[in-house]
């Protein structure tokens, strides 16, 4: 055999799988295309996890909303971040052009046109089914993480919830949150150095800001009710396919902390609340992080390390994630070494930093004897990328330069009267559309200031005096604070519920 009939041997038995799989295209050698040497992906192993990474203009969107279609065809339900706004045509079929016919002729696979179950998301005001938690639910760990507390700041966070629920308060938005830290440092200062020990108002302070700073990157249109219940994510149509669940992040860009609270919120509810799955023949579900360097962009490292955790461990869930950016640098190399799945489409050399940062691109591939990896980087066309996948045993596949197989759906944005048929044909828009402020912390702390406050004009209220009885200096140091906090339902809730089976 000549060395074009060795290569595409090579590569049709490196990428043969016995099972279900998805065909992401067929393999390049020296710019002829091999249409016998399909690149399969068994759909087994997408919960292991994947990178798809390359310069803008390169085919990275293209090649997310190909395997999304097919993930959703086999039955997979999908959650796509849609940073730059060009992922709601997939709910209409593409057209036959001419240049898509030509690919597919090339490839090897007849084309055809499909448009896919859609429900559109939403962080912020934009329309949509919108995603909400309550603070209650976050949790005191996470909401540490989120605002990079230190541990003594940390600490006082798990004392306010610890307060909250020893007096039956429920805190459901960050107006909640910042009416307890108000209380606690005026009126209520006696009242929980009494229960709780004493606190810094520096610390209280720091945190009052660190909250506001949340709040105005958004993070008062996410934390509240109704909260959103991941299940609703894996949904199937009458036909069976999955649901493709496109979340709009077109105004959230320069909010990167909104979008770190969001990803690791979800992640870790997700993580939380499904159940060990074993070895699965396909992924429960599949989430795509378009722009992925917002989340790691202003990451402290205990951020990091939670994200690299979860991550680790959600797989087991039957959770598969991608990470979808223009360098792949830009994932921390923890979380990187986890992804089976890599996608490399074009980088350009522009500069020596590019140059170098090729060369620590390529680093991430397997050797070929037939490509040389940083050169093929640099000259791969639109469409077209190096692909290294896992096998059905978990063993890494050659690597591939491969021609990617052209979307179904429409590669171009729904128009507005397209968008309001998806959004009319929604059954979960009414379901979390009206913002629901219950009886929280922020009411029930409002009418005992009010109390306060008549007492005070009406000449009644007086400082309580400290009783220093037996029963009361009992209070003060038969039970250490710390103890009461690591025994609670907060630290149950915050540290076990959410993190125990992730540590």
Excluded: W
């Amino acid at each position: 055999m000549n060395r074009e009939e060795v290569f595409a041997e090579h590569i049709s038995k490196g990428y043969s799988c016995k099972g279900d799989h998805i065909i992401i295209g067929s393999a390049i050698l020296d710019g002829h295309v091999f249409s016998e040497a399909k690149v399969r992906i068994p759909l087994k192993t997408l919960n292991r996890h994947g990178l798809i990474s390359g310069a803008t203009g390169t085919g990275k969107t293209k090649s997310l909303q190909v395997i999304s279609e097919h993930l959703s065809e086999k039955g997979v339900p999908v959650l796509l971040m849609d940073v730059k706004g060009d992922l709601s045509g997939i709910a209409v079929p593409g057209t036959k052009e001419p240049f898509i016919l030509e690919r597919h002729e090339k490839i090897g696979l007849p084309y055809s046109e499909k448009g896919f179950p859609v429900e559109i998301l939403s962080l912020s005001k934009q329309e949509g089914v919108r995603l909400r938690a309550t603070v209650s639910e976050f949790g005191p760990v996470l909401l540490s993480r989120i605002l990079d507390l230190n541990d003594t700041q940390a600490g006082i966070v798990s004392v306010i919830f610890k307060y909250c629920d020893d007096n039956s308060m429920a805190l459901l938005d960050l107006k909640d949150l910042k009416k307890v830290i108000q209380y606690i440092t005026e009126e209520g200062k006696e009242e929980l150095e009494r229960e709780y020990g004493r606190m810094s108002t520096s610390s209280t302070g720091i945190i009052f800001r660190k909250i506001i700073e949340l709040e105005q990157q958004g993070g008062d249109l996410f934390f509240g009710e109704l909260s959103f219940d991941i299940i609703d994510l894996m949904r199937r149509d009458k036909n069976g396919n999955g649901y493709i669940n496109i979340l709009r992040l077109t105004d959230i860009q320069d909010k990167p902390k909104l979008f770190s609270t969001f990803m690791l919120s979800l992640l870790a509810e997700v993580y939380n609340q499904m159940p060990e799955m074993g070895d699965l023949s396909k992924p429960e579900l599949v989430i795509f992080i378009d722009e992925a360097h917002l989340i790691f962009k202003e990451a402290s490292k205990a951020l990091l390390d939670q994200i690299e955790t979860i991550v680790k461990l959600i797989r087991s869930k039957g959770i598969g994630i991608f990470f979808v950016t223009q360098d792949p640098t830009d994932i921390p190399n923890g979380v990187l070494a986890q992804l089976g799945l890599k996608i490399q489409h074009a980088l350009r050399a522009f500069t020596a930093a590019d140059r170098k940062a090729i060369k620590l691109t390529a680093e991430n591939y397997p050797l070929s004897d037939y490509y040389k990896t940083e050169d093929t980087i640099t000259s791969l066309g639109t469409g077209e990328a190096l692909i290294t996948a896992l096998n059905e045993k978990g063993i890494p596949t050659p690597l591939a330069a491969t021609m990617i197989r052209a979307p179904m759906s429409r590669m171009d944005i729904l128009s507005d009267e397209e968008l309001s048929a998806v959004f009319r044909s929604s059954e979960l828009i009414n379901k979390y559309s009206k913002t629901i402020d219950g009886e929280s912390a922020f009411e029930i702390l409002g009418r005992k200031l009010q109390s306060l406050e008549k007492e005070k004009l009406s000449g009644k209220a007086g400082k309580e005096p400290v009783r220093r009885t037996t029963t009361t200096r009992r209070r003060r140091t038969g039970v250490n604070p710390v103890v009461k906090v690591l025994t609670s339902a907060t630290f149950i809730r915050g540290v076990m519920g959410i993190l125990k089976k992730m540590i």
